[in-house]
């Protein structure tokens, strides 16, 4: 079963609200025998249900341009996206060589690189491979931890080779990068809605 976020579960709410309010009016504008005051109502408020819908939808997508990843001048600077988290995007060379895209939570309060057991397969590295050896305390409890080296981490114009990290066995959805790999960098400052990585 797929696990839905709150923007999707936002995004499908507004399409079903316009869909049933552009439903509504072609069924009333065709019928007749309704009093032509009430289907007037009628229609005005279903009116104003799909500019309201439409609304959502544009704000939603304003909102997604929250979170962006840019660099200038040898600082990346991510804004916050709309659950208040920053995400950031590193180039990872998985175990055949290949490099992939992950996407990670930044999270100060951690230590390591945490994978998620999905992004660490993208990566080349299967479960039935990894030495679960250590643990870790989450919300969902306790779960088993691997540890892994990463060939190449990419971050912007800064490359960095043989990365540790941990693969999380449990059900983490998003990567979660940590201090350990942050401190590598000479300067990070938080302001309000930014976060400044000096590269």
């Known amino acids: 079963m797929m696990d839905l976020g709150g923007d999707e579960i936002a995004r499908i709410l507004y399409v ?14 065709t019928r007749g025998g309704i009093g032509q005051l009430l289907r007037h ?8 249900v799909g500019v309201a819908a439409a609304y959502g939808i544009w ?10 990843q840019q660099e200038r001048g040898g600082v990346l600077e991510l804004t916050r996206d709309r659950s208040g988290h920053f995400f950031i995007d590193l180039k990872i060379t998985g175990t055949d060589g290949g ?11 951690a230590t390591d690189m945490v994978l998620s057991m999905r992004d660490a397969e993208r990566l080349g590295y299967a479960r ?9 305390r989450t919300a969902n409890g306790i779960v088993r931890t691997a540890r892994v080296w990463l060939d190449e981490v990419r971050l912007g114009s800064r490359t ?21 790999y942050l401190e590598r960098f000479s300067r990070i ?3 309000r809605n930014t976060l400044r990585i000096e590269l």
């Open 16 to 29: 079903t609200i316009l869909g049933g309010a552009l439903l509504g009016y072609a069924l009333i504008a």
């Open 41 to 48: 109502l009628m229609l005005w408020g279903l009116l104003f």
């Open 59 to 68: 704000q939603d997508s304003g909102h997604r341009l929250i979170g962006v």
């Open 99 to 109: 490099s992939e895209t992950v996407r990670f939570m930044v999270d100060t309060g």
């Open 128 to 136: 039935e491979d990894l030495a679960f050896l250590g643990t870790a």
């Open 160 to 180: 960095d080779r043989r990365v540790p990290a941990l693969v999380n066995e449990g059900e983490l959805h998003v990567s979660l990068l940590g201090m350990g």
């Open 189 to 191: 400052e938080i302001s």
